[in-house]
């Protein structure tokens, strides 16, 4: 069975390499995008040397490091979910004998491999060579790092998937996925650093999962959090995994109950 | 004559189709106000750290946001033709389009018209009326037409690169991941473009004019800066004149080239 799921990964990875010249248009907009902040922030540093903590190096890295991640983690499961549910494919779906959502996320999975092996990493060879970047020495931080990524990937599908889900409940939910989109890039700490945030906003996101999408492990890998409180932080990212997957498990139940289909 | 008949039978037929996801269009609305105010809370965040932006306050930042609403709301009222290449090219829609008198353009932006939108542009419009009292700037009845010329012009630019953008599918067999990407990009043309480097200042000037949807045109109507922008601010309308014909010669050549999904 669990050979099966594997194959959904392999299969998405592959049709993934089909269209990968799109992706090489990718890098050079992130490469962009990475740019602006960049100096978005040199900007607001100004004179000053020190931010909310981060100094402007510790603030290039970040930016990159959280971009790039971005690149790894971003997929589009709510919208192939809310495609499924509209036009009724997914009805055909639940009959046969896999879990769909484990389908979707191990389809993620794929495109995720696709984007870390094909996106990720030569962007950042290509942004560390135009922006003055600095990566962690410690293999041990990279390692903690890969770990951190690979939840930030699975925490960001859970709030893909759940999103998704909401097709079943508001027949269509495009203006849904754009919030969810945008409220994901803030308060995630891709934009905006959560440090950065006035002391009331800072604390609200303290107790939502965004935070541990991107500010989290950003923050491990530029050097911000200190070795004491790496463990922490990273149970965080844990807890957040679990907790996420009781509202998916409610929604899915109940949206199974209220399937109809939209003609097709 | 014809073409606002069309018009308002579309708008029409959008009314129907909308009153029957009554939910989701107010999911919409709140997502599209959501959207601005993330938007507005990054320039609000980062003023609490720094007094000013490259020598902008931060009612001017603002200002230059508000400005940037109007012509946004309007320009995706009429052209959101995001999922272009996924609904007229690969799933074959365009055939339907083509075999219709009325101007192929023209036709799909009507059946994807998004009027609520356009609140958006309301919305932008009473930010910069709070931020021009809060900067004192004198008032002149000449500022209203050039504000219409301008916004005008800011709407022509996008339209013109995303129809050149949609565009790009009648070339390209894969669906293209492009725009989703170019839509990061747009935002940067907000903030004063005097911060960034040379290269991605004449990018967002002259190649994907962003610059003159927001920072340019507002600049005109703000206190002079040292690297003057306001005097680019009267191009607008010719930048704008540019990208659009650039856009929809690009289009029709490539309708010209269209051979259908063969489905």
Known sequence: MMGAYLDFIRIRFITMLAYRVNYYSGIVIYAINIGAYYFLWKAIFGEQQELAG???????TYVAVSWMARAFYFNNLDREIANDIRDGSVATQMTRPYSYLLVKMMQGFGEG??????????GMIIVCLIFPVTLPTDPMTWMIYLVMLLFSFLINSQINILTGLFAFFVENNEGMMRMKRVMVDLFSGVVVPIAFFPGWLAVVMKWLPFQAITY??????????????????????????VVLLVPIWFTWRAARKRLFVQGG | MLYAQLFWEYIKNYAKTRLTYRMDFWIEILS??????????????????????GGWSEAEVVFVYGFFMIPYGIFSTFFSIWNFSERYIVKGEMDRILTRPAHNLFQVLLENVDPPSLIGSVVGAIIMFVCWGELGL??????????????????????????????????????????????????????????????????????????????????YF??????????????????????????????????????????
């Open chain 1, 54 to 60: 981060f100094t402007v190096a510790q603030m290039t």
């Open chain 1, 113 to 122: 491999l696709f984007r870390l092996l094909l996106f990720m990493i030569p």
């Open chain 1, 216 to 241: 989290l492990p950003s923050s491990v890998f530029t050097g911000r959090t200190p070795g004491s409180e790496i463990a922490g932080v990273f149970g965080l990212q844990v807890v957040w995994f």
């Open chain 2, 32 to 53: 599209d106000m959501m959207f601005q105010f993330m938007n507005l809370i990054f320039i609000l965040i980062v003023f609490r750290h720094t007094p000013s932006l």
């Open chain 2, 138 to 219: 004198p008032f002149h009845i000449m500022d209203i037409v050039l504000l219409a010329v301008f916004v005008i012009g800011a709407v022509l630019v996008y339209a013109g690169i995303y129809t050149a953008l949609s565009a790009i599918s009648f070339y390209s067999d894969a669906p293209t991941g492009i725009v989703p990407l170019i839509y990061n990009i747009q935002n940067y043309g907000r903030y004063p473009v005097n911060i960034y480097n040379k290269m991605i200042r004449f990018v967002l000037t002259w190649l994907l004019p962003f610059a003159f949807v927001g920072v340019i045109p507002a600049s």
């Open chain 2, 222 to 263: 703000l206190e002079k800066k040292a690297d003057d922008l306001s005097q680019l601010a009267l191009l607008t309308p010719v930048v704008g004149l540019v990208f659009f014909t650039l856009g929809l010669l690009l289009w029709n050549h490539g309708v010209k080239r269209y051979r259908g999904a063969g489905s």
